[in-house]
């Protein structure tokens, strides 16, 4: 069975030659390991092996690793559901939140982002399917939140996030990157933005998701495995 670095190693190459056929005027994608589950020690391990960016879905499970890796310069992503209680630790402890789907959650991380730090990096959900298991906007929806969100001087809008209806063709699987995609575009030039995020593709579709413009590749299961319980 292949090692942990060997997984992730595997990845990076992977995501490497994706972005040089996608173009070389076109920026890399960045890898997001997605770290939820997984023991501080799996971080620090791709820590030192030149991995910055990481994703966690728990509150608690994540600021108890960040406890642990306090002395570490890690940019932690937020990717799950937002309840309203938990929006101030996620306004103190993380650099980005791929997961705001609603005015009242973007209100108060603003709010509750500390003076003394940048403001927070944010993506908004979109639910492309409408399913029920699934958070996040509707497209047709996200024309109400942009122009309160560009009043939020605490808050970064980037872009946009999906996780799309799950599909093993490939084809149906940039099909619904596309739209993302066009959605993104057609905010820039609506409301003359210059949005530079699409996070869109994990470990099932990232070819698809790279072909189609993502910028954030959010890849859990081919670097750590399948999902264990939460642990630290």
Not at 107 to 125: A, G, K, M, T, V
Not at 182 to 199: E, G, I, V, Y
Request: charged share 25%; with cysteine; proline share 4%.
């Amino acid at each position: 069975m292949p090692t942990l670095l060997q997984r992730y190693t595997s990845q990076v190459e992977l995501i490497k030659r994706l972005s040089a056929e996608r173009g070389a005027e076109v920026k890399p994608v960045k890898l997001l390991a997605v770290s939820k589950t997984r023991p501080a020690n799996d971080v620090m391990r791709l820590y030192q092996a030149g991995q910055r960016d990481f994703g966690e879905n728990y509150l608690q499970e994540a600021l108890q690793k960040q406890r642990c890796l306090a002395h570490l310069d890690i940019a932690w992503h937020f990717i799950g559901p937002i309840q309203s209680n938990k929006t101030r630790d996620i306004a103190h402890f993380f650099s980005w939140v791929h997961s705001v789907d609603r005015l009242k959650i973007a209100s108060r991380l603003n709010q509750q982002r500390p003076e003394n730090l940048p403001p927070l990096n944010i993506c908004l959900q979109v639910n492309l399917d409408e399913e029920d298991s699934k958070s996040g906007l509707s497209l047709t929806q996200l024309d109400a939140l942009i122009e309160p969100l560009l009043k939020m001087k605490n808050l970064r809008l980037r872009g946009l996030m999906a996780i799309p209806q799950a599909s093993t063709d490939i084809e149906l699987q940039r099909a619904s990157f596309r739209r993302l995609a066009l959605a993104q575009a057609r905010l820039n030039k609506a409301f003359d933005l210059r949005l530079d995020t699409l996070s869109m593709g994990m470990s099932g579709d990232l070819a698809a998701a790279v072909s189609e413009g993502a910028s954030i590749v959010r890849i859990g299961t081919a670097i750590f495995g399948a999902r264990q319980k939460n642990t630290v």
